[in-house]
């Protein structure tokens, strides 16, 4: 893949992290074609969130806010959320890119490390992944990043949605040495990609 592609303007406002890294892989899949705050918006109008105003502040809130209840009410985790969502093509974006590989850990304990070895590997051949870590104190909650492989530059990258510290693209293994909770493998839509394996 070609990182140079990958946007680096937007950076969350709101407790989205989850649906904005989805949003970022999107963007790079579709080539610019959706657009991560119209992909927000779509989220707003498809579950009628009702921001309280039309600031960015309050229609990501608006989305976290739905996301969680609906995953709650549900018995649902997050990145299986978005993988059903994705499959039935609620955003448009299933004709640019296919959910390979899902894995999530119900008891909020991390994957083993096969998995990460596992994506490392694919992600060598092109696709992203958005990945839910445990942050460090002091906020001692989960977060979600997008990760990648530049095969141009020969070197694994993070985005961060939060672009913290000014950072957009950090070019590090992150996979090496890090915990993960839960992933979804995404690649290029190809014709003959048609199932989804839940790991």
Known sequence: ???SKIDVNYAQTGNICVFSSY?????????????????????????????A?????????????HYHRYCHA?????????AS????????????????????NAGNLPLNRG??????????KGGLAMILLHNTPPTNGFHAIVIGFDKHKGGYFYRNPTRN??????W?????????????????????????RHL
Request: proline letters at 2%.
């Open 85 to 104: 969502r994705h499959k039935m093509n609620l955003f448009s974006t299933l004709r640019y890119s296919v959910p390979v590989n899902v894995a999530v």
């Open 165 to 170: 510290n000014g950072q957009v693209l950090v």
């Open 53 to 65: 105003s039309n600031t960015i502040l309050d229609k990501e809130n608006s989305v976290h806010q």
């Open 1 to 3: 893949m070609n990182s």
């Open 172 to 196: 590090v293994d992150f996979l090496k040495n890090n915990d993960i909770f839960e992933y979804i493998l995404f690649e290029r839509f190809k014709k003959n990609i048609k199932h989804i």
């Open 115 to 124: 998995h990460n070895i596992m994506l490392k590997r694919k992600l060598r």
């Open 74 to 82: 549900n018995n649902l985790r997050g990145f299986q959320f978005i």
């Open 23 to 51: 949003a970022i892989i999107m963007n790079y899949f579709s080539k610019n074609r959706k657009n991560i705050c119209e992909l927000i918006d779509r989220y707003i109008q498809e579950f009628q969130t009702n921001p």
